[in-house]
């Protein structure tokens, strides 16, 4: 049995491969990383890696990373290729922070920001500097999806070649030919500012997200961030969408409102940059596709929420069971294993496997990368 199923998920995996477009000149090489071989550490050398040593020492989040770097080079636009690469590689922030006292007000007059709230900005060291790469931040709040070292990378990977696909899908079979780099630039640049949100704490989760706007704060500060380095207009509204299509009155009027916050931040007219209609009262139209796009392409959170809070479920019992770790008593240290494991497996594969073919077959994937 356990041989069928490994033979039926090398299949499956083999057909993914061949579905891949050749738009971004390769075939889907992520989960070919994790099948490879591994770097096998003892639990002492993992507790004294750092989250960000890690996702570098991942050949999965690397690989990952590298299919960023590949489909920001697919962008048509010289200065929207340019600035996405560049954010890509150093997610610096351009956003005035002088300006927070003052849109603190502003932003809770507008019903943006709660009254008990005094910050809108998360804490950073140097001014503008970015507190992490982009491949080393995690994709998400630590209870949610992708989150471990480089699961940012793993997260928007998919998501890039989840887009392209639903490009050639529509253009094959609606005969709508859409703006690549306003769909595939608003995909890259959806979650650009996680690195700065989720940042990596001493006990090796990463940072508690706030809301902004009705909306995780990175979804805001990402769209502002795009905003201030003048991209297209038609791209930042394409990247508005994400976490909302404007298909429905309560979906344009969010995107609308995510607008307006994000403007108001960058320090936009968003009538005047193109980004709502001439009344400011909604999006420009008639409203177009890519934001669509952009918005179905993100959607891997509905089952990679669930499989990474299952695989870390599983993970905590292993960790007692065979590494002698107990997540309750010693966090920091399951953590930091949690980590290491998720960046090198990643919890969607392990959950695969887990799924198909029992604990022990979760035991053996995760003995590839820790010693006992």
């Known amino acids: 049995m356990e041989l069928m199923n490994r033979s039926r998920r090398s299949f499956l995996q083999t057909a993914a491969i061949g579905s891949v477009g050749a738009g971004l000149g390769l075939v ?24 960000i040593q890690m996702a570098k020492d991942s050949p999965v989040v690397q690989t990952a990373y590298k299919v960023l770097l ?30 927070e006292a003052a849109l603190v007000k502003d932003l809770k007059k507008a019903g943006f920001l ?6 809108v900005f998360p804490e950073i060291g140097t001014d503008g500097v970015s507190p992490q790469p982009t491949w080393s931040a995690p994709g998400s709040g630590y209870g949610s999806h992708h989150a471990y070292p480089g699961g940012l990378a793993v997260h928007v990977a998919l998501n890039v070649l989840s887009a392209q696909k ?8 609606n005969d709508c030919v859409l703006d690549l780099d306003d769909a595939l630039g608003g995909e890259l640049l959806h979650d650009l500012h996680k690195p700065w949100v989720f940042q990596w704490q001493k006990d090796n989760s990463c940072r508690k997200e706030q809301t902004l706007a009705g909306t995780g704060e990175h979804h805001i500060l990402s769209l502002a961030e795009s905003m201030r380095r003048d991209l297209p207009a038609t791209l930042c509204v394409a990247q508005a969408c994400a976490h909302e299509h404007p298909g429905s009155a309560a979906g344009l009027k969010l995107v609308t409102d995510w607008i307006r916050c994000a403007a108001m931040i960058a320090g936009k007219d968003p009538v005047k940059a193109g ?26 959170w509905v089952i990679s929420v669930p499989a990474c ?9 292993l960790a007692k069971d065979a590494y002698g770790i107990d997540a309750d008593k010693s966090p920091a240290q399951f953590n930091a294993l949690r980590n290491y494991v998720l960046a090198n497996l990643t919890a969607m594969r392990l959950h695969a496997v887990r799924s198909a073919e029992g604990d022990a077959a979760f035991a053996r994937e995760v003995a590839r990368v820790v010693k006992a």
């Open 28 to 51: 889907n090489p992520v989960f070919a990383a994790a099948r490879g071989p591994q770097k096998v550490r003892s639990v002492d050398e993992i507790v004294a890696m750092t989250p």
């Open 309 to 317: 809070q299952w695989t870390v479920n599983a993970l905590k019992v």
């Open 166 to 173: 639903l490009l050639d899908s529509y253009r094959d079979n």
């Open 70 to 99: 590949d489909g920001a080079k697919m962008l048509k636009a010289a200065k929207v290729r340019e600035t996405v690469t560049k954010i890509l590689k150093n997610p610096d922030v351009t956003l005035d922070l002088t300006r």
């Open 275 to 300: 980004y709502l209609s001439k009344d400011g009262k909604t999006l420009p139209e008639p409203l177009r596709t890519e934001g669509f796009v952009v918005h179905l392409a993100d959607h891997d």
């Open 114 to 119: 709660a009254a008990n709230d005094n910050d």
